[in-house]
Every structure is written in structure tokens, then in C-alpha cells.
């Protein structure tokens, strides 16, 4: 059953946008997101689907008059898709200004597409120092208004609580999906714990709550299949938008035993706590968790908490994933560097894609020869 089920995660992730369209046929309200700074569960509470847009593989046919060939793939495949009307199913879109690319991607959107709703929130740029967060609670507060004069009600507290409650469950559990693969290399696989978050970008938490759950029952009752694959990596960075990296790894006899990823570890981490308004809440989790290289704070804290992971998890090696022309992440990657070689002893691989003209064999001959070295071959 678990074999079963991390197939269809896959599935999902390599064709999400026929589930998203299938959500709108039964009835649902998708809105997508594209950073995992979105405050989801006010989307939720009113009940909208929040669906997030990781791009496509494809070639560009609309978004180049609109966005630069250097920007980042994944907002101009994803603007490509809604100028195409490929997201017709959409009900509308959040955007969360992080890097430059995205804070003109709001812009560009509202004005060439017509979805009912357009939401924006604006980040304080220092993240996590108490100067901030005044200024990040009125901006969670207006994004709450703007949901609610669009849906033409009020959002009740309660209802944000329990779509807290919910999103509260699902890190939870997804934070016990990482920790048993760490633990238990052989029970679980890399590609496994992402398949199974990924997975619930696309559908209600609370559908995605009791998928974790039957995931995590049929892990634990398994058998290890083998050895653990012989080298075990880190993997950070922004999004990964195929699973084809986890899968290249295993074929080379590597695998990922934890990541620093905004679709996989730094998107759960951090649960909301119980203080104060429902808007006080959401801004303090935003505010004190993991900090975006697209948001200022301080790099040392980063090169702390990235050490500190390969450290714990036991990696051998860290991949940087990068999508080209991404600006913040590239621009730290040195320093990054630098301390991963000095305090952990690892090495590291920055590998740069572009969803329209992804190349699996560069990819591969990249990550064959950076396994070798770690492994001795």
C-alpha cells in the first residue's frame, strides 16, 4: 500500500494541474499561491483551496512579453499557463512580495488576466526582529480583509482557529515523515517523504492529513528493502519541480536524507502558537520561522541552521538547486559554501535549471561525478 500510494504522490506532482482542474469540477475554490509565505489557512477558513504553482516544463509562448528571459523560470512558465488559459479552473491568485521577480509578477497578472481574485502580502524586509512584527500582523490582517470583502462576509476567528488546527496537524505530521526517514534511511526514501509533501499542494489539508497518516501507519509497519543507498545528501534551495532529481539520486546510488528546500522543509516548519488574535498568530509563525534568503536577517543563522542540519541528519554531501537568475538564493550560496566545507567538512554541488529547457542528462553527468568524489570511486 505505501509503495501504492507514493505512485500516485508522484503522479500528482508530475501533472498537477488535471488535479487542480478536478478540485473546481467537485465543487471546490482554487486559489493559487506561489511561496510558502502565503498565509494559507486564512484561504482555508473561508473555504478556498489554496493550490500551489511550482511551473511547468515547457516553452514559452505568451510570458515573454511580459517578464525578462532572466527571470526565474518558474514565474514565467506559471504566467505562461495563465495567459495560455490553462488555469481557467483557478479562482484566483495570492502573491506574497518576496523577490523582484515576483513582487512584478502581481502586477503583471492582475492586469493581463481576469480571475475574480487577486490578493498581495507585503513582507517587512528584516524577518524575525521585533521591529517587524507590528508591521507584519496589519499586513496578515489586511490580507484577512481582502478575502473577506471579496467574499462579501466575515471570517470568524473560530473558523481561523480550526484551519490552524489543521495546519498545525499537518506540519506535525509531516515534520514525523522527515524524522522517520532521517531515523530509518532504508524504511523510507528521499523521493518517498517528497513525493508525499508534495503532494499536498494540491488538495485540502485535511485530505492531505489523513494521506500523511495512512503513509506514515504503512511506513511504520514495513520492512527496510535493503541497504540504504550508499551516500546520503542534503538538498537546499528554493522549489523542486520534478521529482526527477530524487529519482537521478537513487539511480546513482545516492539519496536525500533531508532538505532546506521551500517546498519541503522551511514550508512546514514552524508551528502557528496559541497567542493572541488569529492574525497575531499566523504573523508570528511567518515572522520566526526559517528565514527566506529573499527576506534580510542574518546570513551567519542561516549557515548555523544549514550546518546544523547536515550534522544531525548525517549527510555526506549538500546539493544547492537552484533555478537560474534566482538572485537571493545565488547570492548566498559562497558564504554557504564556505561554512559547510569549514564546520561540517561536506562538500556541496550548485546545480542552476530552467523548467524550458531542463536537461536530465547534464544533470545526471553533474551529480554521477559530485557522488563519485564523496563515495571515493
Not at 1 to 28: D, Y
Not at 134 to 162: C, H, I, K, N, T
Not at 253 to 280: I, M, N
Request: glycine share 6%; proline share 5%; hydrophobic share 40%.
Amino acid at each position: 500500500m505505501e509503495e501504492e500510494l507514493v505512485n500516485q504522490c508522484v503522479r500528482l506532482w508530475e501533472e498537477p494541474l488535471s488535479h487542480m482542474a478536478r478540485i473546481r469540477e467537485q465543487g471546490g475554490r482554487p486559489v493559487a499561491y506561489f511561496c510558502s509565505y502565503a498565509p494559507e489557512e486564512i484561504l482555508h477558513a473561508a473555504g478556498l483551496t489554496p493550490v500551489r504553482l511550482l511551473g511547468s516544463m515547457r516553452t514559452i509562448t505568451h510570458a515573454d512579453a511580459h517578464l525578462q528571459a532572466y527571470c526565474c523560470s518558474v514565474a514565467r512558465t506559471d504566467l505562461d499557463m495563465a495567459l495560455a488559459g490553462e488555469l481557467s479552473f483557478l479562482e484566483g491568485a495570492v502573491f506574497v512580495q518576496t523577490c523582484d521577480t515576483m513582487m512584478r509578477l502581481s502586477d503583471i497578472w492582475r492586469r493581463n488576466t481576469g480571475f475574480p481574485f487577486h490578493g498581495d502580502l507585503v513582507l517587512p524586509v528584516r524577518m524575525g526582529e521585533e521591529i517587524s512584527l507590528p508591521f507584519m500582523v496589519r499586513e496578515v490582517g489586511r490580507f484577512r480583509r481582502q478575502v473577506e470583502e471579496y467574499l462579501g462576509s466575515r471570517l470568524e476567528d473560530e473558523a481561523l482557529w480550526e484551519s490552524i488546527r489543521v495546519y498545525n496537524r499537518n506540519r506535525a505530521l509531516a515534520e514525523e515523515v522527515y524524522r522517520l526517514r532521517s531515523e530509518n534511511p532504508g524504511l523510507v526514501d528521499g523521493l518517498s517523504a517528497a513525493a508525499v509533501l508534495t503532494a499536498g499542494f494540491w488538495m485540502r489539508k485535511e485530505e492531505h492529513n489523513a494521506l500523511l497518516e495512512r503513509f506514515l501507519e504503512a511506513a511504520r509497519e514495513g520492512v527496510p528493502e535493503g541497504e540504504p543507498a550508499a551516500v546520503q545528501l542534503l538538498v537546499t534551495g528554493s522549489v523542486c519541480t520534478t521529482p526527477d532529481l530524487y529519482r537521478l539520486l537513487r539511480e546513482l546510488g545516492a539519496d536525500v536524507v533531508d532538505d532546506d528546500l521551500c517546498s519541503g522543509h522551511r514550508y512546514f516548519d514552524c508551528p502557528v502558537e496559541d497567542e493572541g488574535s488569529p492574525e497575531e498568530a499566523l504573523a508570528a509563525r511567518l515572522w520566526r520561522r526559517v528565514n527566506c534568503p529573499s527576506k534580510h536577517q542574518s546570513l551567519e543563522d542561516r549557515a548555523t541552521r544549514l550546518v546544523t542540519q547536515v550534522k544531525e541528519s548525517g549527510a555526506e554531501g549538500v546539493i544547492f538547486y537552484l533555478q537560474s537568475f534566482c538572485e537571493p538564493h545565488l547570492f548566498d550560496v559562497p558564504y554557504l559554501k564556505r561554512k559547510l566545507q569549514e564546520e561540517a567538512g561536506v562538500p556541496s554541488l550548485v546545480l542552476e535549471t530552467e523548467l524550458q529547457s531542463f536537461s536530465r542528462g547534464q544533470l545526471r553527468t553533474r551529480l554521477q561525478a559530485f557522488i563519485e568524489t564523496i563515495a571515493g570511486v
